[in-house]
C-alpha cells in the first residue's frame, strides 16, 4: 500500500526500535533500579498497546515509523523491568530455570509476530472483514486485532506485587556517583560481554527482517504458506534455547569455574557461526532447520547474558546494565543490521543478492560474538553475594 523499498522497510523496521532503544533503555533502566517495577512494567505495556494501535492508522511511512517507536519504547522498557523483577522474586542458584518465564513469554511473542499476524492478515485477505475493520487494509486490520489482544493480555499485571530487592550493595537511592564507580570497576567484564551479546542481536535482527524476502524472492513463496511454520520455527527453538541457556546457567554457577555462568553463550555463540548461512540452503527444509539452530543459539546467548547480569551485579546497576545493553543493541543491531544486509547487498549486485549478504554479515557477526563471550568468560567477576 505504502511501496516502500527495501531500504525504507530497513528504517521502518530497524529505526523503528532502535531510536527507543538508544533513547529510552538507559532512562528506564535507571527508573527499574529506583521506582516500583511493577507500575513502571504497566504504563509501558498501555505504551506499545497504544503503538500498535496507531500501526494500524498510520497515513505514511514516517507515521508509520513513530507508531513503532511507540511500540518499541514499551516492549524494550518492559524487558528490562521484567528480567529484574524476575531476579528478586529467586534464589540466584534459581534465576537461570525462573528466567524462563521470560524468555517464553518472548520466544511466544516472535512466534507469534509471525504465526499470528499472518494467520490474521490471510484472514482478513481471504474472508470479509467486521463492519468495523471493513474500511481498513488486511495489514491495518490485522494490527487493530494485536492492539485488541495486547490489551487483553496486560490485565493479570494489576495483581502483580512488586518484591524485596535482593544483593543490594548500595542504596537504591545512591549517588549516580557512586553506581558510575560500580560500572566503572566491572568495565573488563562488561564490555566483552556487551559486545558479544551486541554481535548476536544484530545477528537474528537481521535474520528476522529479512527471512521473509528470501523465502519470497529465493524460494516462491507467499507469506500465507510460510508465516505459520516460521513462526512455530522461531517458538520452538526459542523455548529449546531458552531452557538450554537456564539450565546451562545454573549448572555453570554450580562448577565453581570462573565465568563458568557463560560457558553455555560461548558454545551456542560457536554453533551459530555455521548456522548464519541458512539463506545459503539449496531447500526449505535445509533453510528451515539452519534457522532454527540459528534461533535456538541466539535464545541460549540471551537468557545466558541476563543471567549473568542479575547474578554477578548488584541489584541497584541491574537495570541500568540491562538498559544498556538494549541501548547499543538498539543502535547497532536493530539500527545498523539491517541496513547493513542492504548495502552489502548492494555492492554485491544489487536486491538480488539479499540472501549471499544476510549470510555473510551473520557468520561474521556470529564469529566476532563467539570471541567476546570467551574474553567476558576469562574476565567474569564473583557472584554478589
Known amino acids: 500500500e505504502l511501496a516502500p523499498s527495501d531500504d525504507a522497510l530497513a ?35 498501555l505504551l506499545w498497546t497504544l503503538g500498535t494501535l496507531l500501526t494500524a492508522f498510520a497515513p505514511s511511512a514516517g507515521l508509520l515509523t513513530a507508531a513503532r517507536m511507540l511500540v518499541g519504547i514499551g516492549s ?13 522474586f529467586c534464589a540466584p542458584e534459581q534465576r537461570g530455570r525462573a528466567m524462563l518465564i521470560v524468555n517464553l513469554g518472548k520466544a511466544l511473542g516472535v512466534a507469534l509476530g509471525f504465526a499470528l499476524t499472518g494467520w490474521l492478515f490471510g484472514l ?63 568495565r573488563s567484564f562488561l564490555g566483552p560481554l556487551f559486545a558479544g551479546q551486541v554481535a548476536v542481536v544484530m545477528a537474528d535482527v537481521a535474520a528476522t527482517v529479512w527471512v521473509a524476502p528470501v523465502l519470497s524472492r529465493d524460494f516462491g513463496l507467499q507469506p500465507q504458506q510460510f508465516a505459520g511454520w516460521v513462526g512455530a520455527l522461531m517458538f520452538g527453538t ?50 528451515a532447520v539452519a534457522l532454527g539452530v540459528m534461533s535456538m543459539c541466539g535464545a541460549v546467548t540471551g537468557l545466558v547474558v541476563s543471567v549473568a547480569l542479575t547474578v554477578l551485579l548488584p541489584n541497584e546497576l541491574r537495570g541500568l546494565c540491562i538498559g544498556a545493553f538494549i541501548a547499543i543493541a538498539g543502535l547497532i543491531g536493530f539500527g545498523l543490521a539491517p541496513w547493513v ?7 554485491m549486485g544489487g536486491e538480488a543478492m539479499l540472501a549471499e549478504a544476510l549470510a555473510l554479515v551473520g557468520v561474521i557477526v556470529s564469529g566476532l560474538s563467539f570471541f567476546a563471550f570467551l574474553l567476558a568468560m576469562r574476565r567474569a567477576p564473583e557472584p554478589v553475594r
Do not use: Y
Open 76 to 88: 524494550t522498557g518492559s524487558l528490562t523491568a521484567a528480567l529484574s523483577l524476575c531476579a528478586d
Open 124 to 186: 482478513l485477505t481471504d474472508f470479509s472483514a467486521p463492519g468495523w475493520l471493513a474500511g481498513l487494509a488486511p495489514w491495518r486490520g490485522a494490527h487493530v486485532l494485536l492492539a485488541a489482544i495486547s490489551a487483553l493480555c496486560l490485565l493479570p499485571l494489576l495483581f502483580l506485587r512488586e518484591p524485596e530487592r535482593r544483593e543490594v550493595e548500595a542504596s537504591p537511592d545512591a549517588p549516580f556517583r557512586i553506581v558510575a564507580a560500580e560500572l566503572w570497576a566491572r
Open 238 to 287: 526459542g523455548v529449546v534455547g531458552a531452557v538450554l541457556g537456564g539450565i546451562s546457567a545454573d549448572m555453570g554457577q554450580k562448577s565453581r569455574r570462573r565465568g563458568g555462568i557463560l560457558l553455555g553463550a560461548v558454545i551456542a555463540a560457536g554453533i551459530g557461526v555455521p548456522a548464519a548461512l541458512f539463506p545459503l540452503m539449496p531447500s526449505v527444509t535445509g533453510l
Open 341 to 347: 544486509v542492504t548495502r552489502v547487498s548492494a555492492l
Open 11 to 45: 528504517l521502518i523496521q530497524g529505526l523503528g526500535a532502535a531510536v527507543p532503544m538508544v533513547l529510552f533503555s538507559i532512562p528506564i533502566g535507571i527508573l527499574v533500579d529506583r521506582r516500583n517495577r511493577v507500575r513502571l512494567t504497566i504504563g509501558l505495556a
